[in-house]
């Protein structure tokens, strides 16, 4: 007999969640909006209810409100659905049992065809290992015989070359001639060698010591007498109507005796960078002077004229257009510097430093200096 629960599909033990679940799916398939009638929407109903308060084992009985026809009619349909579920359960058996026979069946082939495919590979290695093996005991012969020949070729070589050494030995004490080579000339000359290359570097270690300038200024001549002033007489011939007349000419005695005058000398000093008052070598006229880096000086005397003594060898090819030359002194070519920077006194006192014909001279200590160069003046005034 079918009961509330065979026709809801539960279990007596099912829980109140899965009854009211089991309720909707059937609801949605019987409602007569669905294809359903009202006669099987109220029999699921009324079985839920049933189920819900725990009479899901009673017989199934239709509701009263349900006519004759619709009983009728709901017992049919009950009947049909009965029909295809055990349809349905047939199908769900057979499906279950194919399902397993495929399992089973795929285990028992894919088995054997894997160790079939892992033993064909085994084989192939071991076939390689084998031919290998063949191959390295072909070629271990090969090996021990080139290492033989090999042994015996270096053993011949050093043979060969002991000979050799023999025989040139023999030769040379048979002939007496002995093979060019270095040996011999260095035996002979390294000492010569040695002291030239000692002398060399003194020598070049000598010139980078010794300051030019003041080497060359002591074959310089810095004491000449002066010459007396004389007169010079010069005839001046000049013909007119093909007589010869003699002309006697003076000469200019004063500008003859400055001419001929000794030119004094600077009192070279090693220190740059600072004013000094000193006196020439031959007039023995105060002066002050300053030495730069290079050698050269910036000399003012009693006359308050700025001169530039440059160094020969610092010589440029252009000077500037403040620079007059005035003559050669010693190993100096001596300037004038009538005008710009450096010409007079106070320039040297406004500036700390000074670039003249690019070289830097400081006013370090020209203050001091140009007043013991007054006084010295004002004295031989």
């Not at 025989?167 to 035996?187: H, Q």
Request: glycine share 6%.
């Amino acid at each position: 007999m079918t009961t509330f629960n065979d026709l809801l599909g539960t279990s007596p033990d099912a829980s109140a969640a899965t009854v009211k679940q089991r309720y909707k799916l059937l609801s949605s398939r019987v409602h007569p909006d669905k294809g359903g009638s009202q006669a099987l929407m109220h029999l699921v109903r009324h079985s839920y209810e049933n189920a819900a308060k725990g009479k899901g084992q009673n017989l199934l009985t239709i509701p009263a409100s349900a006519s004759v026809r619709e009983g009728g009619t709901l017992e049919r349909e009950l009947n049909q659905l009965k029909k295809e579920k055990e349809e349905l359960s047939a199908i769900n058996q057979l499906l279950k049992g194919q399902l397993a026979q495929a399992k089973k069946g795929s285990g028992s082939r894919e088995g054997p065809i894997k160790n079939t495919e892992l033993l064909r590979k085994i084989s192939l290695l071991e076939g390689e290992i084998v031919l290998l093996k063949d191959e390295r005991s072909r070629l271990m012969p090969q090996k021990e015989a080139a290492i033989a020949e090999q042994k015996k070729l270096a053993a011949e070589l050093r043979r060969v070359l002991s000979e050799n050494e023999v025989l040139e030995t023999e030769l040379d004490r048979t002939s007496g001639v002995k093979r060019p080579g270095l040996m011999p000339w260095a035996n002979k000359f390294w000492l010569p060698a040695v002291i030239v290359s000692l002398c060399l570097a003194v020598v070049i270690i000598g010139a980078r010591q010794v300051i030019w300038p003041d080497f060359t200024a002591w074959f310089e001549d810095a004491s000449i007498e002066p010459k007396t002033p004389t007169v010079k007489v010069v005839y001046i011939e000049d013909e007119t109507d093909d007589q010869q007349e003699n002309v006697l000419e003076p000469v200019d005695t004063q500008k003859e005796a400055v001419r001929n005058e000794p030119m004094p000398f600077l009192q070279l000093t090693s220190k740059p960078g600072v004013w000094s008052l000193a006196r020439f070598t031959v007039s023995e006229a105060p002066y002050i002077a300053i030495r730069s880096d290079k050698g050269s000086y910036i000399v003012t005397d009693c006359s308050g004229n700025f001169n530039l003594y440059l160094n020969k060898p610092f010589k440029p090819l252009r000077v500037p257009a403040n620079l007059i030359y005035l003559h050669q002194n010693q190993h100096f070519h001596v300037y004038d510097i009538p005008y710009g920077q450096g010409s007079s006194s106070d320039s040297w006192m406004q500036s700390r430093k000074l670039q003249i014909n690019d070289e830097y001279f400081t006013s370090n200590e020209f203050k001091t200096s140009a007043m013991a160069l007054s006084e010295k003046c004002s004295k031989r005034s």
